[in-house]
Structures are given as C-alpha cells and as structure tokens.
C-alpha cells in the first residue's frame, strides 16, 4: 500500500487520530510520519518505542557483539550483525551458528522457534485421520507403480480402516 500523503513511498505506518469520538485513519510511510511529528499536531505522540523483533534483535546483537567479538556462520560467513540488520538469515546453518542469539528474537516475533506451517495447530481427530489418510493412499500408489502387491493389499486394508474410523468420528461430531 502506498502512503496516503505523498503517494510515492510504501506506507509502513497505520496512524489512527480519536478526535471527538471519531477516528481518522491514514497509512503513511515514514518520512510523513516524521514531517507530520514536526508539524506541530499538539499532543500528538507516538506511545513508545514499539516492541519489534529488529529492535530486539539490535539489543542482542549489541550485547553478544561485546562479550564475544565478531561471530560469523560457519557455513556462509555471515556475520551476526549482518543477520540482525538485514533481519534474515543467509543460510539454513545460520540458525544454528547463532541459535542462542537467534532463539530470543524468535520467540518474541512467533511466540515458537520451530515451524508450525501456515494452518493453525489442531487437535482433531478428524485432521490426524485425514492426514494418515492421505498417506496410506500416496503409499498405496507407490506400492503398485513398483509392483508390491502384499504390501498394497495391506496399504488396502489400513486405508479401509481409517476410512472407516473417520466416518465415525464425523458422526460423533454431527
């Protein structure tokens, strides 16, 4: 989106004005927000410094970058303060050369350090059994295009069950 003032620039600040009950939003990039600030809008602050992985991750690397020196990924020689800056990592190794650096700006950011894909987490019934589901079939299809016939006709089976268990987890649910 671009800013509302200057239309130039992409719009990195969704500013929302309350005045009389009644609020005006505008998505600005940052050099309006500052033109704005300079202004002279009295009363107008922003209501701190906002929480942000970067901001975090500027702290950290701070501090480990006076206790230990200048670190770099053993595999792409990144350096710590590179990853912070750019807010990416150069390679999958970077993770875990700075894991204990990483670890902190992860959780802050996700609320997790490890991948919990794009579907939120459920404990369902119904979504495990569909996911071996879909497994034994893919299975079943390998084990025919190579020709094992025992273990398709026991891919078969287990597919016949989970069918069946699903079909009664649907009904429980109903």
Known sequence: MLCQKCHKNLATVRYAEVVDGKVTEQHLCAECLA????????????????????????????????????????????????????????????????????????????????????????NDVRSRLNSSLQTKRNLLRSALQTESYEEAATLRDEIRELEAALAGAKEKSN
């Open 35 to 122: 033109n704005h600030q300079e202004g002279g809008k009295a009363g107008f602050e922003l209501s701190g410094p906002v929480s942000s992985a970067r901001s975090i991750a500027t702290a950290v690397s701070l501090e480990t970058g006076r206790r230990r020196g200048r670190r770099l990924c053993r595999s792409c020689a990144t350096p710590l303060t590179k990853l912070v800056e750019a807010g990416e990592c150069g390679c999958a190794v970077c993770y875990s050369s700075f894991a204990e650096e990483l670890e902190p700006i992860l959780m802050d950011a996700h609320g997790a350090t490890e991948h919990v894909g794009k579907s939120p987490r459920v």
